[in-house]
Antibody
Framework: QVQVVQSGAEVKKPGASVKVSCKVS????????VHWVRQAPGKGLEWMGG????????IYAQKFQGRVTMTEDTSTDTAYMELSSLRSEDTAVYYC??????????????WGQGTLVTVSS | DIQMTQSPSSLSASVGDRVTITCRAS??????LNWCQQKPGKAPKLLIY???SLQSGVPSRFSGSGSGTDFTLTISSLQPEDFATYYC?????????FGQGTKLEIK
């Protein structure tokens, strides 16, 4: 049974950084990738980035380039997302999801419970 | 970037109704189209991947079709637990964009 468990809620001041963790069990991070998606209050889903095994590198949405770093620790099957230079618009629930890359399909099959990041002075 | 447009944005329906939600991509994405369901305060849940493949454990009343630029999600007979927001997502090329969502409400 696959489980994806994220770290707890965070409150940060503008300009600070936040690091969210995502522990995967039931899969190893050598057989799936982890991607990150966020959802601002009352808004839709926004893809942020993740590891692409076809290119062997982490890909980021241009919007977050230079401010976000996504890493994976395959020894503990834990992924991390660090977002820096936080501003109020970054207040959102951040989700991680396991991503399967298969022939003719790529899909986000299991999601974490979400981590609320609040940016406020 | 590939833009994903869902219609309608909201929909009222009754238990037992057949419902169809459409998703259009701004360019061809082959069959790299996924559908997920999200209930208030919960994480999204994958329903359909590769346009028409049913994720394990998802009831068979959900089905998906389409390829290229036009896709549909159909719920054959709405159940009370199906009232939620539905999103399409393309995974053809980065950034893996989502549609704006379709909120399905009880009539």
């Amino acid at each position: 049974q696959v489980q994806v468990v994220q770290s707890g809620a965070e409150v940060k001041k503008p300009g600070a950084s936040v690091k969210v963790s995502c522990k995967v069990s039931g899969y190893t991070l050598t057989e799936v990738s982890v991607h990150w998606v966020r959802q601002a209050p009352g808004k839709g889903l926004e893809w942020m980035g993740g590891f692409d095994p076809e290119d062997g590198e982490t890909i980021y949405a241009q919007k977050f380039q230079g401010r976000v770093t996504m890493t994976e620790d395959t020894s503990t099957d834990t992924a991390y997302m660090e977002l820096s230079s936080l501003r109020s618009e970054d207040t959102a629930v951040y989700y991680c999801a396991t991503v399967r890359y298969q022939l003719l399909s790529t899909y986000f099959d299991y999601w974490g419970q979400g981590t609320l990041v609040t940016v406020s002075s | 970037d590939i833009q994903m447009t869902q219609s309608p944005s909201s929909l009222s329906a009754s238990v037992g109704d057949r419902v169809t939600i459409t998703c259009r991509a701004s360019q061809s994405i082959s069959s790299y189209l996924n559908w997920c369901q999200q209930k208030p305060g919960k994480a999204p849940k994958l329903l359909i991947y590769a346009a028409s493949s049913l994720q394990s454990g998802v009831p068979s009343r959900f089905s998906g079709s389409g390829s290229g630029t036009d896709f549909t999600l159909t719920i054959s007979s709405l159940q009370p637990e199906d009232f939620a927001t539905y999103y399409c997502q393309q995974s053809y090329s980065s950034p893996y964009t989502f549609g704006q969502g379709t909120k399905l409400e009880i009539k």
